[in-house]
């Protein structure tokens, strides 16, 4: 072939490979995602310290020594779908009120949301702090030492969290579906109210109990199930974020800052899978605790993480995957006004005579009754995730309420966080104000009537989805 010839065929197709370039680009243009198509779904993970130093204030002792095992404070971002959603588990007893705001002001920074997308929940440990800004306010305007309340290392793990959530952005990974999982927990929660023949509290199973008596009384009423939300890029999981109602104490007020037996678990499962971020959140276990399970004994402590760390590898090895998009994904919230105590105001003038544990269970209650004065409310929230529903929820809910949502949506996974909000206490049925007992004493800063507030919400919410 002449040369000429060689070198004409060769620019035709030239040519055209050009003409087909500009085609397939033209038409990649008329399908790239728009401001109206959501992007695909991502998934962040963050985790720190959250122990103090030793010669810090826990919430009842000074902190004396730290354990093998210290506090974390760890959690996930959400995002792709709308404004990304953060939510939050740290080791300490509560958050409440200011200390709240605070948190998911930082956070919400660091993650480029708004505040009504993030939850942050406590797994409610004994040995650990307690963080509420109002109350220290409170303590230092009456003059007096703010003990338990002192925030400088508080704000010192907010610093810290805010890095930790800006950084973890970089990190992002697609999520291409999530895994429901439950199973069943032996041993480890029991009904910490034991009634009367004339239907009053008797006595109380709390989270030790050496009489064998009271540990010999059935379960009674909780939910023993562990539900698993798992995050997956296609076969790797990303994050795994487990629930339980049961108080967290096996035994504790020595100043050994420690996650108790949750944590144990917690960390026993992240060894399992240690691809995967572990975050627990204690669920609606206010009148539920290992009381029939646990005589105090230094021992119980292994056994009964051992146990919790059972049932988080059943409701593992159960999960189902399914895919998810981010139009799977929708974060809704309820504001709630609750109706307050009267003896909260009380309150005022015992903060000058009380001690600090008495300060340290009640006093942000007085901080929730001015915030409630001011037209602040608590918000209940809900994060739909295809065929799961999972609620964060404010104060030490009975168990009641959790077992109520399950039946308001037996088509669904349903999950539940407590110990959001920390400003409420315990949040009794109004059948447990009737029947008396510690948790509807001056323990709970509501009154009968919040059961009914309580359910609105959460049907609300767990109907919002389409």
Known sequence: MPYYNKHKIILIFCLLALILQAFTCFSAEGNLPNENTPAGLRLSTFDVDATPPVGSQLAYDLMVNSWDMGL??????????GQPIVLCAVDWIGISNDSQDAFKIALAEAAGTVPERVAVHTVH??????????????????GLN?????????????????????????????ITHIGLGEAKVYEVASNRRILGPDGKVIASRSSSCRDSALRAEPEGLIDPMVSLVSFWNA??????????????????????????????????????????????????????????????????????????ADGMKRAWEATRKEPVTANDVEWNFEPVALPPASFIENLQEEMKTKDQVYLTNNLFKLVWLR???????????????????????????????????????????????????????????????????????????????????ILASMRKLLQSKK
């Open 371 to 453: 915030r409630l004065q001011a037209g602040k409310k608590i918000n209940v929230n809900c994060l739909s995730l295809g065929k799961a529903r999972i609620l964060f929820m404010p104060g030490e809910l009975f168990v009641e309420f959790q077992l109520a949502a399950k039946k308001m949506r037996p088509d669904l996974f349903v999950a539940m966080a407590a110990y959001g909000d920390y400003a409420t206490g315990y949040i009794c049925t109004d059948k447990a104000y009737n029947e008396g007992g510690y948790e509807a004493g001056i323990a709970s800063a509501v009154t009968p009537g919040a059961e009914a507030i």
């Open 146 to 174: 703010p003990i338990s309340y002192e925030s400088s290392f508080q704000r010192e793990v907010i610093r810290r969290l805010a890095i930790a959530v800006k950084n973890s952005l970089e990190k992002a990974q697609p």
């Open 72 to 81: 974390r404070a760890r959690g996930i971002v959400l995002l792709g779908s």
């Open 125 to 142: 440990p004994h040995d650990a702090p307690i963080s509420d800004f109002g109350a220290e306010r409170l303590l230092k305007e009456a």
């Open 235 to 308: 076969n790797q999981p990303v994050a795994v974020l487990s629930y339980y109602a049961c108080h967290p104490q096996s035994y504790y007020r020595l100043g050994i800052a420690n996650p108790d037996f949750p944590g144990v678990a917690r960390f026993m499962r992240q060894l399992a899978v240690p691809e995967a971020l572990h975050v627990h959140f204690n669920g609606a276990g206010g009148n539920v605790a290992a009381g029939k399970y646990n005589d105090g004994s230094k021992e119980r402590r292994g056994e009964l993480a051992g146990r919790l």
